[in-house]
């Protein structure tokens, strides 16, 4: 423990939910100091139960641990009341472990999982005693580096991190590790250590790339100040994902967290190609565990955690191969150890349904579909490979089988949507309605609830509406309007969320390196804690552009042309800008793409030979295996 | 048959309250692979029990859980099994079989003591030397915090044994569901007898030292013995 560990203790005891600030969690791993030669500090930039909810954590922490040459402690964002007192009482922002300050860490990670948790990065450095400008770090202060699924558009944070990894994580934070304990061992500068981070296959590191922009404020060009470093940064991937790390161990919460169950991570990537999803596009290619793997992992966990719950984690965990023999074989080994398992709500099929009814593991709770949107022109037009006629066989199926309770997510503000489509959504769920009461009375559970919810769309980087512009807040107000009016169905209930979060994601998501300096902007006014509800201050963040004489809605609102040079351009994700305009075309005709099971659709990733079991090619093998 | 353990809830964890502490429990029996009996019913809990609830901020030094077990298991396997399984920080000292006729906890809780530490050690010179006043005196009145709001009611009778030296009080108070005496209400009283205004917040760390029951003699005597 450190100096001021007196001072903590103290102030533990004035905070709310001190045990965020706490640890000595089951299972948590705490490693010497000294014996270590590599300290990294993993941050997650939002409060503990967010944070601890989160998989990749896990994963990477156990990772960094496993090496005897290097530790990772854990750090998270500060609830208000702790960063009020920490500034009291001066003293920064500490490591759960060993409650060291993050500027006494080689290397301070962060992993960047949506746009609003960005402003946190800023103060979680800032209380770490750190530079928030990466140009402002000195010899003394540790290489900070971020990842996660926000990363594929670095420029926005450009600004605040020294290098980013784009994509899989598992290899290339040890590579990365390496060279910073390079630095330290072999007494490298900063900026030799950067250099050798920007030859890292997927690395970025922003300070040796120049953007300039054209008059109209979009990009003119990006490029490498110099020759020896890379025009594109190619994303990393997992070739090997059965056997890939995954940890046996979870740290355990004491506390309510959001997810405080096993999660097991039975597939990454999704082929199903819906056009508006971001994930959907950036986890290619589809790349499944075997079933041994994930009864093994499950076995491994229950026996560490504790745990009462396992969920089944990927996009889509419906299509997972042998999805009903997974089940099975985990209720079969669980039952004795009393462990439920949370079944994805779909493609529940009918032998399963019956095993779940007789070991009465399945609480019915509510089940949740996603349409997204309300007709089938619609659907087709963001490629939903959903009918009405799927969605009401199965609402049927589960009002059948004992549910009452159904949830049903749409978006608004989709491209080319009509007062037409937000009809639709009330039309379905009338039809939901109608299912419900054509059960027999005797057969059906009581307290019919329909929640319908709509949030609004973001169109996001490395999507074929990459290109497209978000509707405006008056016009989502509108349709939010609209769909309140004829959402007014009795048993429906109709979730909506003000559209200024929305809009600024989409601000920060398609965002180029000038979106940083509205950032800091609105961090120094007093921005923090986005994410939640009662601490976002959407006027100080309209304040922030306008001091800084950027208009919002050029992100946002804008239409963008194919030939434009867009901000991220130069990350190579798998998927080409070729196919995502194809996506696009064929999105403005409401034509439909196969799902990549039917045959491959030339997304790109296809170039990276044993990547993908449904490009066309496979079979061959891969000679580079994307690590170093 | 059910095992009874004594184990201790450290400083580092002593702001979980007892609600997490008690899934802690829970979920260390569940990776202990100890065979531990299930209540009936549609929800099966773990049949175990505590003596007493321990504040959210308190540290204890033998806290005592009440294990109902499917199967014979000896307290060495219990507690060599339930140490692995538990985190350094809630570790289990030791442990007995007891009878399944044997009564409940909670039921033959009578006392509790204390080791309660003053942070400030110019409070603690202040505090200790209002001990000898403070016990001679008729009553000690001092403010409960209850469902209906604050009662004022004499602590007097629930002290049965109070000392200080340098910055720690040691306390021996009431603790059953009909009386309680919690170290802040013996706090509030010294503070009232030192003249230590009652808006001065005075830095204590609470560590409950032992749970107590009563023997045939009316001795009070450590829980787990009887």
């Not at chain 1, 990772?72 to 060993?98: G, H, T, Y």
């Not at chain 2, 429990?25 to 549609?42: A, E």
């Amino acid at each position: 423990m450190t100096d001021y560990n007196d001072r903590i203790e103290e102030m533990l005891e004035k905070v709310q939910k001190a045990p965020r600030y706490t640890g000595g969690e089951m299972n948590a791993q705490v490693k010497s100091w000294e014996e270590a030669p590599l300290h990294f500090a993993f941050c997650f930039p939002d409060t503990y139960e967010i944070g601890m909810s989160h998989l990749g954590m896990k994963i990477l922490t156990g990772i960094i641990n496993d090496q005897d040459w290097s530790l990772a402690e854990r750090c998270f964002m500060p609830w208000i009341d702790m960063m009020e007192l920490m500034k009291e009482n001066q003293v920064p922002l500490f490591s759960l472990e060993s409650r060291r300050p993050l500027k006494e860490f080689d290397v301070v990670g962060f992993t960047l999982m949506y746009e609003m948790s960005y402003s946190n990065v800023l103060a979680m450095l800032e209380m770490g005693g750190i530079p928030i400008m990466r140009d402002e770090r000195g010899e003394e202060d540790p290489i900070v580096v971020a990842g996660g699924g926000c990363a594929s558009n670095p420029e926005p944070m450009s600004p605040f991190i020294d290098a980013f990894m784009i994509g899989a994580g598992e290899e290339v934070i040890l590579e990365v590790n390496r060279v910073i304990l390079d630095r330290k061992t072999q007494g490298l500068s900063r900026e030799e250590c950067l250099k050798r981070l920007a030859h890292l296959h997927g690395v970025y590191v922003p300070a040796f790339y120049r953007a300039e922009y054209n008059e109209d404020g979009t990009l003119k060009s990006f490029e490498p100040v110099s020759p020896e470093f890379p025009a594109r940064i190619e994303k990393r991937y997992v070739y090997d994902f059965d056997h890939t790390y995954f940890p046996t161990k979870f740290p355990v919460p004491y506390t309510d967290v959001v997810f405080d169950r096993i999660t097991l991570e039975i597939m990454r990537g999704c082929t199903r190609g819906c056009r508006f999803c971001q994930a959907g596009m950036l986890y290619r290619p589809v790349r499944e565990r075997s079933l041994e793997t994930l009864v093994k992992q499950a076995e491994d966990l229950v026996a560490s955690t504790g745990y009462e719950e396992i969920s089944l984690s990927s996009l889509s965990s419906g299509d997972y191969s042998c999805l009903p023999e997974l089940i099975r074989e985990l209720m079969r080994r669980m039952k004795d150890k009393r462990v439920s398992i949370s079944l994805p709500s779909l493609r529940i099929d009918s032998v399963l349904k019956e095993s779940l009814e007789e070991t009465q593991q399945v609480k019915k709770s509510s089940l949740t579909f996603a349409p997204e949107a309300g007709t089938q022109r619609l659907r087709d037009v963001i490629n939903k490979g959903v009918t009405e006629e799927d969605l009401i066989e199965k609402v049927r199926d589960a009002f059948e089988g004992g549910w009452s309770s159904v949830k049903l997510y749409f978006m608004d503000g989709l491209p080319t949507e009509t007062e037409a489509d937000l009809d639709g959504i009330a039309d379905l769920a009338r039809k939901v309605v109608a299912e419900y009461f054509h059960v027999p009375k005797e057969k059906r559970a009581k307290g019919l609830r329909v929640t319908v919810s709509a949030s609004t769309f973001v169109p996001k980087p490395f999507t074929p509406f990459q290109w497209a512009a978000q509707d405006t807040i008056p016009v989502i107000n509108q349709k939010q309007e609209h769909l309140r009016e004829v959402l007014k169905i009795k048993g429906v209930n109709f979730n909506w969320h003000a559209p200024n979060l929305s809009f600024l994601e989409a601000c920060f998501s398609r965002g180029d390196r000038r979106m940083g300096e509205v950032l800091k902007r609105a961090y120094e006014r007093g921005c923090k804690l986005d994410g939640w509800n009662d601490q976002f201050k959407f006027d100080e963040w309209m304040q922030a552009f306008a001091d800084c004489e950027i208009d919002p809605a050029f992100y946002a609102n804008r239409e963008r042309k194919k030939d434009e040079l867009l901000p991220w351009d130069f990350i190579d994700c798998g998927i080409t800008k070729e196919f995502l305009w194809r996506e696009k075309e064929k999105s403005d005709r409401a034509e439909v793409t196969r799902d990549c099971r039917q045959g491959c659709n030339g997304c790109g990733i296809q170039r990276y030979k044993g990547l993908c079991s449904y490009a066309e090619g496979k079979g061959k093998q891969h000679a580079d295996t994307g690590s170093i | 048959m059910r095992i009874q353990a004594v184990f201790e809830k450290n400083e580092r964890v002593r702001h979980i309250g007892h609600l997490d502490i008690q899934r802690a429990v829970q979920r260390g029996l569940r990776r202990s692979g100890l065979p531990v009996g299930y209540s009936n019913g549609f929800n099966p809990h773990i049949l175990v029990s505590f003596a007493s609830a321990l504040s959210t901020g308190a540290c204890g030094q033998r806290e005592i859980m009440d294990v109902t077990m499917a199967e014979e298991v000896s307290t060495e396997e219990f507690l060599l099994k339930m140490n692995q399984a538990m985190p350094p920080e809630m570790q289990l000292l030791e442990a007995r079989q007891v009878d399944d006729r044997h009564p409940a906890l909670t039921a033959l809780l009578k006392a509790a003591s204390y080791d309660l530490l003053i942070r400030d050690p110019e409070l603690s010179r202040r505090l200790v030397p209002a001990i000898g006043p403070m016990m001679e005196q008729q009553t000690i009145m001092t403010l409960r915090k209850s469902k209906s709001g604050l009662k004022e009611c004499d602590i007097k009778p629930m002290i049965y044994a109070l000392q200080g030296k340098d910055q720690h009080l040691y306390a021996t108070m009431a603790l059953t569901e009909r009386e309680t005496c919690k170290p802040g209400m013996l706090l509030d009283a010294l503070k009232k007898t030192a003249g230590i205004p009652e808006e001065e917040n005075v830095r204590m760390l609470v560590v409950r030292t032992r749970l107590l029951g009563e023997d045939g003699e009316g001795r009070l005597v450590p829980l787990e013995k009887l």
